[in-house]
C-alpha cells in the first residue's frame, strides 16, 4: 500500500494565519503566531510542534524540514 502525501501550506481565517497538516490522524489547523518550535520526533518519525500555553507537543507525520519548505 502506498503511502499518502498530505499538501501542507498556510491558510487565513478571519484575521488570523493558521498551519494546516493533514496526515492518518485527520486534519489540523494550528495558529501560526502559537507556534514556538517544530523538531523532529526521533522515537515516533515526524514532528513535534510546540504550542504557545500548552503543556505536551502536537504530533504530525512531517518532517519538519517539510513543514519549513512548505511554508517557505
Do not use: C, W
Not at 2 to 31: C, H, K, N, P, T
Not at 36 to 63: C, D, H, W, Y
Request: glycine fraction near 6%.
Amino acid at each position: 500500500m502506498a503511502e499518502e502525501v498530505y499538501e501542507i501550506r498556510s491558510i487565513e481565517m478571519g484575521q488570523q494565519a493558521f498551519l494546516y497538516l493533514r496526515d492518518s490522524s485527520g486534519a489540523r489547523f494550528i495558529a501560526m503566531k502559537s507556534i514556538l518550535s517544530i523538531v523532529p520526533n526521533f522515537r515516533l518519525g515526524g514532528s513535534m510542534i510546540f504550542i504557545s500555553g500548552a503543556e505536551k507537543a502536537i504530533t504530525v507525520e512531517q518532517e519538519p524540514h517539510e513543514i519549513i519548505e512548505a511554508l517557505a
